[in-house]
């Protein structure tokens, strides 16, 4: 079975602050993939990142940057010097080869000005 | 980059009324159609998978009475949450996949059931 588990329920930093956020799974594939899912307060899903299971590179796109560590299975995500536009809900999530999506609980993030 | 469009955004309707929701593909071809469901500070739980001329697959604890899946063609998937009730109240969001790609997803719809 899959599970994702995102262990931070809320974290709140000041602007210009960076914020990591946690991200662990656990699955029996070899061959899967990890997204990171921004759900601002309007509600719809914003794709972030998709990262197969034999890609081990990091990542960084802008203020945004991702760790991948498949000894630790973990998929942590950077957001650097913080907005208050990255006020958001982010979802870690895994998918097999069947595409069904399990999302983690979630992290809320609160960037204050 | 590819579009899903769901309709409607908002429904407010009295209990005991069946409640449609439309997920299109307005610019690729979904193949497989996923709906989830997601309660007020919850994370997000596939409730289905549809592919295109067959019976929806759904998950487990899901009833499949309830919530009528059609995926007719390959740019239209339906949710039809019938006879809601007060405890069907919830954000329904679909998502379509290419195939190989990450999924697609729609902007959601907030259903409330008086």
């Known amino acids: 079975a899959q599970k994702v588990t995102q262990a931070q329920t809320e974290i709140s930093v000041v602007e210009k602050e960076d914020v990591t956020l946690d991200c662990v799974y656990e699955?029996?594939?070899?061959?899967?993939?990890l997204f990171w899912y921004k759900q601002p307060p309007s509600g719809e899903l914003v794709f972030l990142i998709r990262?197969?299971?034999?890609?081990?590179q990091n990542e960084i796109s802008g203020r945004y940057s991702w760790n991948f560590q498949k000894s630790t299975s973990s998929f942590n995500f950077t957001i650097t010097a913080s907005q208050v536009v990255d006020s958001a809900v982010y979802f870690c999530a895994l998918s097999d080869n069947d595409y069904k999506l399990s999302f983690g609980a979630g992290t809320t993030v609160t960037v204050r000005a | 980059g590819a579009v899903v469009s769901q309709h409607p955004s908002w429904v407010i309707c009295k209990s005991g009324t069946s409640v449609k929701i439309e997920c299109r593909s307005l610019d690729f071809q979904a193949t497989t159609m996923f709906w989830y469901r997601q309660f007020p500070k919850q994370s997000l739980m596939l409730m289905a998978t549809s592919n295109e001329g067959s019976k929806a697959t759904y998950e487990q604890g899901v009833e499949k009475d309830k919530f009528l899946i059609n995926h007719a063609s390959l740019t239209l998937s339906t949710l039809t949450v019938t006879s809601a009730h007060p405890e069907d109240s919830s954000f329904y969001i679909c998502s379509g996949d290419q195939g190989n790609q990450p999924q697609h997803f729609g902007d959601g719809t907030r259903l409330s059931i008086l």
């Open positions: 699955t029996r594939d070899t061959t899967y993939y």
């Open positions: 990262r197969n299971s034999f890609d081990e």
